[in-house]
């Protein structure tokens, strides 16, 4: 079994700042993939970046950036330069890989991310 | 066509209804999924496809609840008798041999 842990509710930033948002997981799968996905309030899961288990070096696109560290099951999103069409909530998922099944994703409970001028 | 479409976008039905979504995945996709979201809480998964197979059902998807993907292409959620319960977004999702999933905008549902 796979799970998710997010364990900031609800985070502030002002404009153009940085922000980290946590993410630990727990998985006995030998091979996993970590994504995070973003949900303005329309609803759409818009997905902004995806980590291989096996990957060497941390997955970077464009603004976002994902700290991979392994040892400590972590797989935090950063966001550079924060903007105000940033303000969504943000899940964490994972999903195992090449165990011949769909990947289905296990998704956290979520950050609800407001930037402020 | 460059996304997951879902319809309808919302449906409201009485207690008892049947009631049927649809999902059109993006085209070149051989990979659908069907996750469920409730208020507060991240999508759980319900079903996977891959082509026209259905390849794994959670244990969420009561007996109520039937997913169908004929010839591998759109897919239909539908639930019997629906319940308060059942009040959620319901999401499509599509991948194809990556591992990225590409979601839909979702169906909400309300049962009265």
């Known amino acids: 079994a796979q799970k998710i842990t997010q364990t900031q509710p609800g985070m502030f930033v002002q404009e153009k700042e940085a922000v980290t948002l946590d993410c630990t997981y727990d998985?006995?799968?030998?091979?996993?993939?970590l994504f995070w996905y973003k949900q303005p309030s329309s609803g759409e899961m818009i997905f902004l970046i995806y980590?291989?288990?096996?990957?060497?070096q941390n997955a970077t696109e464009g603004r976002y950036s994902l700290n991979f560290q392994k040892a400590r099951k972590s797989a935090n999103l950063v966001i550079s330069a924060s903007q105000l069409g940033d303000s969504a909530m943000y899940f964490c998922?994972?999903?195992?890989?090449?165990?011949?099944?769909?990947?289905?994703?296990?998704f956290g409970t979520g950050t609800q991310l407001k930037v402020e001028l | 066509d460059t996304g997951v479409s879902q319809n309808p976008r919302h449906k409201i039905t009485k207690r008892g209804q049947n009631v049927t979504f649809r999902c059109d995945p993006i085209?070149?996709?051989?990979?659908l999924y069907w996750y469920r979201q409730t208020l507060g809480q991240g999508p759980e998964f319900l079903t996977y496809?891959?082509?026209?197979?259905?390849?794994?059902k959670s244990r969420l998807l009561s007996d109520r609840f039937s997913a169908e993907r004929p010839k591998g292409s759109f897919s239909t959620l539908e639930i019997q008798r629906t319940e308060q319960g059942d009040s959620a977004m319901y999401l499509c999702?599509?991948?194809?041999?990556?591992?990225?999933?590409?979601f839909g905008p979702g169906t909400r549902l309300t049962v009265l």
């Open positions: 998985t006995s799968d030998p091979s996993y993939g």
């Open positions: 980590q291989g288990s096996y990957d060497q």
């Open positions: 496809f891959q082509n026209e197979a259905q390849l794994e």
């Open positions: 999702a599509s991948s194809s041999n990556r591992n990225e999933q590409f």
């Open positions: 085209s070149e996709h051989n990979r």
């Open positions: 998922a994972m999903s195992p890989i090449g165990t011949g099944g769909g990947n289905k994703l296990t």
